[in-house]
């Protein structure tokens, strides 16, 4: 049974940083795409990044240049690194993993920037 476990959330002021974790087991992590999602109150989930088994990644325009993800297929973990966060970053980050069309959500981690 796959399982994914997010960690790293926490409070910050606007500007500072954060990185979260997402540790994946059950599978052979290399294999799957891996994306972070935040959902703010009242809104729909969105996609914040994502990053494919080879490497690719991709971001939305709204934290371009801000987010980075990445992973260690060795540690079979994917990262967020979020640095300049603002207020409207605010939300609950959840990780997904992605393969041959099965995709599997973890848990979700509270990350709240203050102005």
């Known amino acids: 049974q796959v399982q994914l476990v997010e960690s790293g959330g926490g409070s910050v002021q606007a500007g500072g940083s954060l990185r979260l974790s997402c540790k994946v087991s059950g599978t052979i992590f290399s294999t799957y795409s891996m994306g972070w999602y935040r959902q703010a109150p009242g809104k729909q989930r969105e996609l914040v990044a994502g990053?494919?088994?080879?490497?690719?990644?991709n971001y939305p325009d709204s934290v371009k240049g801000r987010f980075t993800i990445s992973r260690d297929n060795a540690k079979n973990t994917a990262y967020l690194q979020m640095n300049s966060l603002k207020p409207e970053d605010t939300g609950v980050y959840f990780c997904?993993?992605?393969?041959?069309?099965?995709?599997?959500w973890g848990q979700g981690t509270q990350v709240t920037v203050s102005s």
């Open positions: 997904n993993a992605r393969v041959d069309g099965i995709a599997v």
């Open positions: 990053i494919s088994s080879g490497g690719r990644t």
